[in-house]
């Protein structure tokens, strides 16, 4: 299959305001945050252009993927896509960590992608606007108050050191 991120731009370079159409489709690999995952074997797809420009070319387009995380409020399983805008810069000599490299005359779309797909993963996933939370059957909830209650009107454990005293008898006599 080779690598379908890899794009040709050399004689892109050479010609200021050339393009050359992206459209690759690929299965997704897994990539996660603390909240969200892409969805590996699942489609992820890079609709766009590289346009030359003045020293680089420019990557313009929209990336496509499918995701799964948890739902924030209720903890069930949660899906969705997006599709997100592309624009990045590419130069064989970047000046910046902003710009992506050009390496022998072809520009490597993978780490740019995999950028893009990272930030574009919700940071807190949510099922339904009106998700009204934990199941209480599931997950019973407790006020500050009842657990205030409950720990005062527990009586402490004794202290296994002087456990020896709760032996002692005295005779009233």
């Not at 592309?86 to 050009?102: F, G, H, K, T, W």
């Not at 807190?124 to 909830?141: H, K, N, S, V, Y």
């Amino acid at each position: 299959m080779g690598k379908p991120f890899i794009v040709r731009v050399g004689d892109l370079l050479r010609e200021p305001g050339s393009r050359r159409l992206i459209d690759v489709e690929v299965e997704a690999e897994r990539l996660e945050t603390s909240a969200a995952s892409t969805i590996p074997g699942t489609p992820l797809t890079l609709e766009g252009a590289v346009v030359a420009m003045a020293g680089g070319v420019e990557v313009i387009g929209t990336l496509g993927f499918d995701w799964y995380g948890a739902c924030r409020r209720c903890l069930d399983d949660v899906t969705g896509h997006v599709d997100v805008a592309l624009r990045e810069i590419a130069q064989r000599s970047p000046i910046d960590d902003e710009i992506y490299p050009i390496d022998d005359d072809l520009l490597d779309l993978q780490p740019m992608v995999d950028e893009l797909v990272l930030a574009s993963l919700p940071i807190a996933p949510l099922c339904a606007d009106d998700c009204p939370g934990p199941d209480p059957e599931r997950f019973p909830t407790v006020t500050e108050d009842e657990v205030a209650a409950a720990a005062a009107a527990e009586e402490p454990p004794p202290d296994p050191r002087w456990a020896a005293l709760s032996e002692l008898r005295f005779d009233e006599g």
